[in-house]
């Protein structure tokens, strides 16, 4: 298992886990979520090919009221 | 009014914040007749129900995101980049904010990030100061509207400084749209009449103690204004000018 940092909390993943798999377990839905891994973005396209690695700190992001 | 080539049947952009729920956003929505909205970029709540997304699209509003809560020119830069991950849309109000008091925006770091984002190939709608020479410096960057404010975000102070909002509207030749500070529709006509294309509000009409009555209210005044502003208002003048004619006047005076 890998510990990376979701949305500001510890998570322990399994090792190989993409960002598609960390996302799936945050949210069922991915319509209307970005990804931020250590600072850059993860495009759709490449979350099934982007595998965490301990530490990372990711992102997950959504819409919400404001502005 | 179009922004980037692209109509927008409404004049009033409605900004999200301060909504009290979804229910209540659906009903601003029908209320204002806006059909672009604003929302935040913000951490996926696993615990939360329904989406705001959802209330947007099914009343066919577009999408605006913004980067409400950055405060250098690269995490406005990023968060543009994730909005368009996230909503599939390459236009973005661009905020980055300079004093945490006031909400004033940091105008360098504004027209940084502008800068990089318009070579990137968004469609950038800035949330500026009232000054006429940035709102120039914004434009020539390739924005493609500029939002000057009226007061600080969420005070209600209406237009502070007038007579700017009127020289950016004079010399812009893109679309001016107000952005932030008004507190009653009244001043969103104001806006209008001063030569505005249109208003952003969020705080005046989410805020509100009716938030759809305060919708409907800014979609007449805006109306109003904009058909003000194409009407040709007559010249402050220093006295009197009589409306009624001198000429068949009736001598009534008394004969002695």
Same mark, same amino acid.
């Given at each position: ?31 209307g ?35 | 009014?179009?922004?980037?080539? %692209? ?35 913000? %951490? ?6 329904g989406s705001i997304l959802d209330?947007?699209?099914? %009343? ?23 909005? *368009? ?51 120039? %410096? ?28 009127? &020289? ?9 749209? &107000? ?29 509100? *103690? ?9 979609? &007449? ?36």
């Open positions: 298992m890998l510990e990376v940092m979701v949305n500001g909390h510890a998570q322990l993943v399994p090792a190989g886990s993409t960002v598609a798999d960390v996302v799936r377990r945050w949210r069922d839905c991915p319509d979520i970005a990804v931020a891994r250590n600072g850059e973005v993860v495009v759709h396209s490449a979350w099934t090919g982007t595998e965490v690695a301990a530490g990372d700190h990711l992102e997950i992001l959504t819409a919400a009221a404001g502005g | 009014m179009a922004v980037a080539g %692209r109509p927008l049947a409404s004049r009033l952009l409605l900004g999200t914040g301060g909504i009290a729920g979804l229910d209540v956003l659906d009903a601003v929505l029908e209320a204002s007749g806006s059909t672009m909205a604003t929302v935040a970029l913000r %951490r996926v709540d696993p615990a939360a129900t209330v947007l699209r099914a %009343r066919d509003v577009e999408v605006l995101p913004n980067t409400a809560g950055c405060h250098t020119a690269a995490e406005a830069v990023l968060t543009a980049k994730l909005a *368009r991950e996230a909503f599939d849309t390459d236009w973005v109000k661009l905020e980055v904010i300079g004093d945490e008091r006031t909400l004033l925006p940091d105008v360098a770091e504004l027209l940084d990030a502008a800068e990089t984002l318009c070579d990137e190939g968004f469609v950038v709608l800035p949330y500026t100061s009232d000054d006429p020479v940035v709102a120039r %410096r914004l434009e020539q960057a390739g924005c493609a509207a500029v939002m000057p404010l009226g007061a600080p975000i969420g005070s209600g102070l209406g237009i502070r400084n007038p007579h700017n909002i009127a &020289l950016i509207c004079e010399s812009a030749s893109v679309p001016v749209i &107000l952005d932030a500070g008004l507190g009653t529709p009244s001043e969103a006509t104001l806006a209008l009449e001063l030569g505005c294309d249109g208003v952003l509000v969020a705080s005046a009409i989410t805020r509100a *103690r009716r938030p759809a009555d305060m919708a409907a209210a800014f979609r &007449l005044a805006v109306e109003a204004g904009a058909l003000a502003a194409g009407a040709g208002r007559i010249p402050r003048r220093w006295h009197a000018v009589a409306s009624s004619p001198a000429e068949g006047l009736a001598s009534l005076a008394d004969p002695d």
